[in-house]
C-alpha cells in the first residue's frame, strides 16, 4: 500500500504564491497518474490538477488554469503543485491521490485509490 504524504500548505494573502510537495512510498510511484484534489466543508472533493505517469499529460480545473501547475519528480517520488495568484475561493484542504492507471482522462475521483492525509491551504482577502 503507497503512503503518501503531503506539505506545503499554509496561510497566504490573495495573489500571493504556495507550493504543495506529495512525498510517496513505494517503488512503482512512476507507474501511475496522480491527481491533487481539494475540498471545502459542504462541497464534494473536486480534482484541481492531474498529471500522466510520465507527466507527459496534464489536466487542470477550469478554475485554476494559467495559476496552478502540476509537475512530478519520478526520481524523488514526489508530485507538486505550485499555485499563484491565489485567491481567497481557493481556500481548502488540498489531497494528493494516486492514480488507479497510468492516466485517468479529466481527474475524475474514482479513478484514484490512495490518498494523502490533506494540507489545510488559506488565502485570505
Known amino acids: 500500500q503507497v503512503q503518501l504524504v503531503e506539505s506545503g500548505g499554509g496561510l497566504v494573502q490573495a495573489g500571493g504564491s504556495l507550493r504543495l510537495s506529495c512525498a510517496a512510498s513505494?517503488?512503482?510511484?512512476?507507474?501511475?497518474?496522480m491527481g491533487w484534489f481539494r475540498q471545502t466543508p459542504g462541497k464534494e472533493r473536486e480534482c484541481v490538477a492531474a498529471?500522466?505517469?510520465?507527466?507527459?499529460?496534464?489536466y487542470y480545473a477550469d478554475s485554476v488554469k494559467g495559476r496552478f501547475t502540476i509537475s512530478r519528480d519520478n526520481g524523488k517520488n514526489t508530485v507538486y503543485l505550485q499555485m499563484n495568484s491565489l485567491k481567497p475561493e481557493d481556500t481548502a484542504v488540498y489531497y494528493c491521490?494516486?492514480?488507479?492507471?497510468?492516466?485517468?482522462?479529466?481527474?475524475?475521483?474514482?479513478?484514484?485509490?490512495?490518498w494523502g492525509q490533506g494540507a489545510q491551504v488559506t488565502v485570505s482577502s
Open positions: 491521490a494516486r492514480g488507479r492507471n497510468r492516466w485517468t482522462p479529466g481527474g475524475i475521483q474514482s479513478g484514484y485509490d490512495s
Open positions: 513505494g517503488r512503482t510511484f512512476s507507474d501511475y497518474a
Open positions: 498529471i500522466h505517469w510520465n507527466g507527459g499529460v496534464t
